[in-house]
T-cell receptor, first 114, second 114 residues
Framework: AQTVTQSQPEMSVQEAETVTLSCTYD???????LFWYKQPPSRQMILVIR??????QNATENRFSVNFQKAAKSFSLKISDSQLGDAAMYFC???????????FGKGITLSVRP | GAGVSQSPSNKVTEKGKDVELRCDPI?????LYWYRQRLGQGLEFLIY????????KSGLPSDRFSAERTGESVSTLTIQRTQQEDSAVYLC????????????FGPGTRLTVL
């Protein structure tokens, strides 16, 4: 069974600084997708970034980028120039067509200090 | 509509009562998912629908839980004889197709069972 591990329950970053959130996963599949979702206190899950496993190039979306290490089964999220609005829970998630569902990590609470 | 909508936003019920939660997916999205999120936890998959295919009910925690979807439109999640452990946020998501497409989430229904 696939598992997603987010080992850090909380992190804090100074506004305008850079922070990296870690995520590892376990799978025997070769074709899958990885996601980072943000959940602010409003509880709306918002897609941050998406990575297709067959693509070697790391996905980027403005201030957000990933470090995808397929062999190590690692998928970390880097947030550059952190803003107060980045404060939220961040979930790493894995999807494979074999079971057609998103498997989520337990999440990490990110706080941003002004 | 612009996004996934869910109703009600909040539901308080007494133990033993039945509840029905509703999800309106994004128009044109053929895949629809239900997840449960207990306080401070990640999301647990419950069920998904893909077009007119038989739904994958593998995540439903007990036979008190059921869900329906008519075609590619509205879905309802029904919990019969609610228990206190059913208290959680129930999130619905939809995607264009199935394999790896981004899932867009609704704001969720917070269910409290007294």
């Amino acid at each position: 069974a696939q598992t997603v591990t987010q080992s850090q329950p909380e992190m804090s970053v100074q506004e305008a600084e850079t922070v990296t959130l870690s995520c590892t996963y376990d799978t025997s599949e070769s074709d899958y997708y990885l996601f980072w979702y943000k959940q602010p206190p409003s509880r709306q899950m918002i897609l941050v970034i998406r990575q297709e496993a067959y693509k070697q190039q790391n996905a980027t979306e403005n201030r957000f980028s990933v470090n995808f290490q397929k062999a190590a089964k690692s998928f970390s999220l880097k947030i550059s120039d952190s803003q107060l609005g980045d404060a939220a829970m961040y979930f790493c998630a894995y999807f494979t067509g074999a079971n057609s569902k998103l498997t989520f990590g337990k999440g990490i609470t990110l706080s941003v200090r002004p | 509509g612009a996004g996934v909508s869910q109703s009600p936003s909040n539901k308080v019920t007494e133990k033993g009562k039945d509840v029905e939660l509703r999800c309106d997916p994004i128009s044109g999205h053929t895949a629809l998912y239900w997840y449960r999120q207990r306080l401070g936890q990640g999301l647990e998959f419950l069920i998904y629908f893909q077009g007119n295919s038989a739904p994958d009910k593998s995540g439903l925690p007990s036979d008190r839980f059921s869900a329906e979807r008519t075609g590619e439109s509205v879905s309802t999640l029904t919990i019969q004889r609610t228990q206190q452990e059913d208290s959680a946020v129930y999130l619905c998501a939809s995607s264009l197709r199935l394999a790896g497409d981004t899932q867009y989430f609704g704001p969720g229904t917070r269910l409290t069972v007294l």
